[in-house]
């Protein structure tokens, strides 16, 4: 395999460079002195800030992208070997190629406190939190988010300490690559079923990411996930479990309460010793329990707690994560990210906290393999709400096969008592919302797509 030496900057090119994930380790390997460049479909604000730090971008995918300067070539899961020109000309050239996780697993090695945070959901918040309480902590971190975080003005950070965080994705077993010394496991459920047989198999996944950390490493729990026994038996390294009401918990969380915006606020126990009261800027029970697993790293870190509740509390939400877009008629509109089913009831109940008359929701589902997978899941999730927008799938990787579409999750929801409509195009959900939404009602958009967009229109009109 292609080994990388930092202290030997090279000329790396990224393919689809304009990705959450892969701009980053291009930010990041600039900093670093390397020649980096890249293409994707098309610019865009990320694309803007590695092109004014130095990279070149092409805006197709073509052979000629692929020159004989080019050292290294990074790819991603989501690319077709068969199909894309710039892998097939690398290859004919006789460029080493890099999967993007790959490359990510050899950075780690170069942090002493590298971290990273895995789970089916909350790893960008979660990300996010600690990355704040880092940042109070003055650590000087380097920071790989997968959203857009307004405290370091994008998605990196690169500092200049030993301290490194980024997001592990359990999809295509891309976190088997990385080399964390702590690790975070928030939750484990069935997703990305394109890839995994069934829960077993996404099971064992984590258990060799958390056997991935040296005899000095550290994980962290959520004290909920089934059979913890088969994650940890054999483990090395020491581990520690989160969750809320549960003294045998290490660390827990009691008394949560909620204030008029719905933020979430409690008591913090380690070891069934009272610590301290945690604010929260940002709601949920969801969150509740992504901050205790920010608050267990920063104790393994020995952080202050003057950092952790300075920290957390000026964590307001990643962009897309439960997003205060604006209003519209006197309705408001938010719009979270959620695409699984359990996402989508931990947001709608973080609503239920939420100053408003009637709940609007506006989902786009993503992907047909897990539409299909989760179509009665999907229907009890969005009956949390009173009024549900169903557009069509947002195919992403995917193609149609006539398997499943949306309508079908509108005919599941036939047997709950809720308002719900099934409309293709976006200009008419816009229209069906001027017309029927109402003042102080609350407005979410929903799903891992471009459904956000329908807000931003919303709020310009």
Same mark, same amino acid.
């Given at each position: ?29 600039? *900093?670093?002195?390397? $020649?980096?460049?890249? /293409?994707? !479909?098309?610019?865009?604000?990320? %694309? #803007?800030?590695?092109?004014?730090? &130095? ?67 909350? *790893?960008?918040?979660? $990300?996010?939190?600690? /990355?704040? !309480?880092?940042?109070?902590?003055? %650590? #000087?971190?380097?920071?790989?988010? &997968? ?77 909920? !996930? ?236």
């Amino acid at each position: 395999m292609y080994q990388i030496d930092f202290n030997q900057p090279i000329h790396i090119h990224f393919m689809g460079i304009g990705g959450i994930s892969m701009s980053g380790l291009a930010e990041i390997l600039l *900093k670093e002195g390397f $020649t980096i460049s890249g /293409s994707d !479909i098309h610019s865009s604000p990320i %694309t #803007d800030r590695l092109e004014a730090k &130095g990279a070149k971008i092409f805006f197709q995918q073509t052979a000629d992208n692929i020159t004989s300067d080019i050292d290294l070539v990074v790819y991603t899961a989501a690319i077709n070997f068969e199909t894309n020109e710039e892998y097939k000309a690398a290859i004919s050239k006789g460029i080493p190629v890099m999967k993007r996780a790959t490359l990510l697993g050899q950075l780690m090695h170069n942090y002493q406190n590298a971290i990273a945070v895995s789970g089916t959901h909350g *790893k960008t918040t979660t $990300t996010s939190m600690l /990355s704040h !309480i880092l940042l109070a902590g003055n %650590t #000087d971190p380097t920071i790989s988010v &997968g959203g857009i975080l307004d405290a370091i003005g994008g998605n990196i950070r690169v500092g200049h300490s030993d301290m490194f965080i980024t997001e592990a994705c359990e999809y295509t077993n891309s976190f088997l690559e990385f080399f964390p010394k702590i690790s975070i496991i928030l939750n484990i459920e069935e997703d990305h079923m394109d890839f995994f047989k069934d829960i077993d198999d996404i099971r064992h996944s984590f258990r060799e990411f958390a056997h991935k950390l040296p005899d000095y490493g550290y994980l962290v729990l959520n004290g909920q !996930i089934d059979n913890i026994p088969y994650i940890v038996e054999g483990l090395s390294a020491e581990y520690a479990t989160f969750g809320i009401d549960n003294d045998t918990d290490t660390f827990t969380a009691k008394n949560i309460t909620y204030d008029a915006f719905g933020h979430a606020g409690f008591d913090y126990y380690k070891k069934g010793q009272y610590i301290d009261h945690i604010q929260l800027n940002v709601n949920g029970e969801h969150n509740v329990r992504n901050a205790l697993a920010a608050i267990a790293v920063a104790d393994r870190l020995n952080l202050s707690m003057d950092a952790v509740k300075k920290g957390l509390l000026s964590f307001s939400g990643a962009k897309r994560r439960f997003e205060l877009k604006g209003t519209c008629n006197d309705f408001t509109i938010v719009d979270d990210y959620a695409h699984h089913p359990t996402e989508i009831k931990a947001t709608l109940n973080a609503c239920k906290n939420y100053p408003h008359e009637e709940l609007w929701c506006i989902f786009q589902p993503h992907t047909y393999t897990r539409t299909h997978a989760f179509l009665n899941e999907f229907a009890e999730a969005l009956s949390l709400s009173d009024h549900v927008i169903i557009t069509d799938i947002y195919a992403a990787r995917e193609k149609d096969t006539g398997l499943v579409s949306s309508k079908d999750i509108v005919d599941k929801m036939a047997a709950y008592d809720v308002d719900v409509h099934y409309i293709k195009d976006f200009e008419d959900i816009e229209k069906f919302i001027l017309k029927n939404c109402k003042k102080n009602d609350l407005l979410i958009t929903m799903g891992a797509g471009n459904v956000d967009s329908i807000g931003d229109s919303l709020i310009n009109k």
